[in-house]
C-alpha cells in the first residue's frame, strides 16, 4: 500500500517542501530512506520504529520504502519523523485519515512517541499556508510561533498516538495562543545612564543610531567600549511589526526563539569565529551572526584580532544587506541587514601611542592601525577616539538615559523615513541620493573646500554628506548648515588626517 504525507525542510532561514511516500508491501523485512537524506533523517528509521511500538501501534514486518521528494533537494535535520510515521500508519492501513496527503506535518519523535520541537518552525508554517495545506501538524511547544502565520489552521501534537482521532475528526483542537513579538526592548535591558561623561561617544552613538551608520571606537581597555555598545540597542528606535516578524523567522530557524529578548538583536560574537560562522554556510546553508543580527547591531570587540578573511567576508553583506551562499549549484541569499559596531585598542599594548607607558614600537602599531583599516574602513561611517573617563566623570552624575536620547532618535529616523521611504535610513542612501541633501551654501562651501584641500575620495565625500544629514535629522533642521557639517567632519577626522 501506497500513502504520502507532506513536510518541510530548512535551507537557510526558508523551508521547502518535501512530499512524503511510503510504500509497503510484501518481501524481506527491511526499512529504507531515499532521497538524499541526511545521517538525522535516516536515523527517523530506528526513532518511528520505536514511536510506533511504543505508542501501541504496530510496526509492519514488511518492504517499506520511504521516498523524500523532491529527490534532487537534500533534506536535513530530525523534523521528518512525524510526517513518515503518519504515512508509515496510513500505509499500512492503521491510521484512517482520508486527508492526510492534505496537511502538512513536522516534528522530531522520542523513542516513546512524543514530539520534540524542531527549529524553523515559523518558516515552516509560513511555507505550509503558501504550499496550500489545509492544516498544519507540529509538535505542541513549537505552537505559539506557528500560531503567528494566519490564514492556516495550526494543530500542536503531543504525541503520536494523538493521530487517530485527529484524523478520524473525533478530536478537535484549539489553536494554539501566538506568540507576543515584542518590537520594544524588555525593561531590564542595560540603560545608556551607566556612561558617565564622554560626550564625544556620547554623540557619536546617538548619531550612528539615528541614521543606521556603522561605528568604530578606538581606545584603550576600560575605557567604556563595550559599554558603549552594548547600551545601542536601548536607543535604537522599535522594530516595526514586518520586521520583528523578520527577527522572530530568523531565531526560529536558529533555534533561538525561545528567550528572545525584546527590541532590535544585539550579536557580540568572539573575535576567533570563522567567516562561516560570521556570514554563514554550510549545506545546508546555515545563518552567521551577520543574519542573526537582521535588524540590529553586530558588535565586533577587539576588531583587530578577527581573522583577516573574516572581516573581509563582511564587506560585501555590509554593502548590500543580504549575504549571498552558493551551494550545490543553488544560489540562496540571506538577510542581513544590521548596524556594525566595531571597538579596538589603538595598539598592541592597549595604552595608546600617547601614553609615555606605551611600549609599542612604531612599526607594531603602524602595523596594528593597517590592519583595523585594511578591510573595513572604508565600510565605517564614524571612527570615534575613546579615553578613559576621569576619576570625576565616573563618580558624577549619570548620563542622560536611553528613553531621552531614543526620543531623539526616532524623530530623526520618522524624518528619514519621509524622505526616503519606509524602513530606511540615511546611512543606506546612494550616492545620488546624499547628493540631492538640501545643503546650505556654508556647509556645501565647507565640504567643498575640504574636499579639494585633502584630495577626499567620492566615497568619503558622500559619507560626509550622509552623516551630516542624520546630524541635522536630529537637530530638525531642514537644510544642512555649516555646524552639522562641521560636526560630520569631526565624526570621520580618519579622512583627512
Ligand atoms: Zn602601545
Not at 599594548?349 to 611600549?359: L, N, V
Not at 528619514?416 to 521611504?421: K, N, P, V
Not at 547628493?435 to 565647507?446: D, H, K, M, Q, V
Request: with cysteine; proline share 7%; hydrophobic share 45%.
Amino acid at each position: 500500500m501506497l500513502a504520502t504525507a507532506r513536510t518541510f525542510t530548512l535551507d537557510g532561514i526558508s523551508a521547502r517542501p518535501v512530499r512524503v511516500e511510503v510504500d509497503v508491501h510484501r518481501g524481506l523485512p527491511n526499512f529504507t530512506i531515499v532521497g538524499l537524506p541526511d545521517a538525522a533523517v535516516r536515523e527517523a528509521r530506528e526513532r518511528v520504529r520505536a514511536a510506533l511500538v511504543n505508542c501501541g501501534f504496530e510496526f509492519p514486518l514488511r518492504r517499506i520504502v520511504v521516498n523524500l521528494a523532491p529527490a534532487s533537494l537534500r533534506k536535513a535535520g530530525p523534523g521528518m519523523d512525524l510526517a513518515i510515521a503518519a504515512a508509515l500508519l496510513s500505509a499500512s492501513g492503521q491510521l484512517e485519515w482520508e486527508g492526510l496527503a492534505r496537511v502538512a506535518l513536522v516534528g522530531e519523535l522520542a523513542l516513546d512517541g512524543a514530539t520534540r520541537p524542531v527549529q524553523g518552525a515559523l518558516a515552516m508554517a509560513e511555507a505550509a499556508r503558501a504550499d496550500g495545506a489545509e492544516a498544519f501538524l507540529l509538535p505542541a511547544e513549537n505552537g505559539p510561533e506557528a500560531a503567528l502565520v494566519e490564514g492556516i489552521d495550526v494543530v500542536g501534537i503531543e504525541a503520536l498516538d494523538q493521530l487517530p482521532a485527529l484524523g478520524a475528526g473525533e478530536w478537535e483542537p484549539s489553536r494554539p495562543q501566538a506568540l507576543s513579538l515584542q518590537l520594544e526592548p524588555s525593561v531590564a535591558a542595560p540603560d545608556l545612564a551607566d556612561l558617565r561623561g564622554q560626550p564625544h561617544l556620547r554623540r557619536a552613538l546617538e548619531v550612528a543610531a539615528a541614521g543606521g551608520h556603522s561605528l568604530l571606537m578606538v581606545g584603550p581597555p576600560g575605557a567604556g567600549k563595550s559599554l558603549a555598545a552594548s547600551r545601542l540597542p536601548s536607543i535604537l528606535p522599535p522594530l516595526a511589526s514586518n520586521e520583528a516578524l523578520e527577527v522572530a523567522r530568523i531565531a526560529s530557524a536558529c533555534g533561538r526563539l525561545e528567550g528572545l529578548p525584546g527590541g532590535r538583536p544585539f550579536r557580540a560574537p568572539h573575535h576567533t569565529i570563522s567567516a562561516a560562522g560570521l556570514i554563514g554556510g554550510g549545506t545546508p546553508p546555515r545563518p552567521g551572526e551577520v543574519t542573526m543580527a537582521h535588524r540590529g547591531v553586530l558588535f565586533l570587540d577587539e576588531l583587530s584580532e578577527f581573522r583577516r578573511d573574516a572581516l573581509e567576508a563582511l564587506r560585501a553583506p555590509l554593502e548590500s544587506g543580504e549575504v549571498s551562499i552558493a551551494r550545490a549549484g543553488a544560489q540562496r541569499s540571506l538577510p542581513c541587514r544590521f548596524m556594525l559596531v566595531a571597538a579596538s585598542n589603538p595598539c598592541p599594548c592597549g595604552r595608546g601611542d600617547a601614553d609615555p607607558d606605551c611600549s609599542c614600537a612604531p612599526y607594531d602599531v603602524q602595523r596594528y592601525q593597517g590592519k583595523l583599516s585594511g578591510a573595513l574602513a572604508d565600510r565605517i561611517d564614524i571612527l570615534v577616539a575613546v579615553r578613559q573617563p576621569s576619576a570625576t566623570e565616573i563618580g558624577g552624575a549619570p548620563g542622560e538615559a536611553s528613553a531621552a536620547v531614543r526620543q531623539r532618535v526616532c524623530a530623526a529616523r520618522e524624518r528619514q523615513e519621509l524622505r526616503l521611504g519606509c524602513g530606511r535610513c540615511n546611512a543606506e542612501m546612494t550616492p545620488t541620493e546624499a547628493r540631492a541633501c538640501a545643503l546650505g551654501p556654508a556647509a556645501g562651501s565647507l565640504l567643498a573646500d575640504l574636499y579639494a584641500r585633502q584630495r577626499l575620495s567620492g566615497r568619503a565625500h558622500d559619507r560626509a554628506l550622509r552623516l551630516a544629514q542624520t546630524i541635522a535629522d536630529i537637530d530638525g533642521v531642514e537644510e544642512i548648515g555649516a555646524d552639522q557639517m562641521a560636526q560630520a567632519l569631526q565624526l570621520r577626522r580618519r579622512d583627512h588626517g
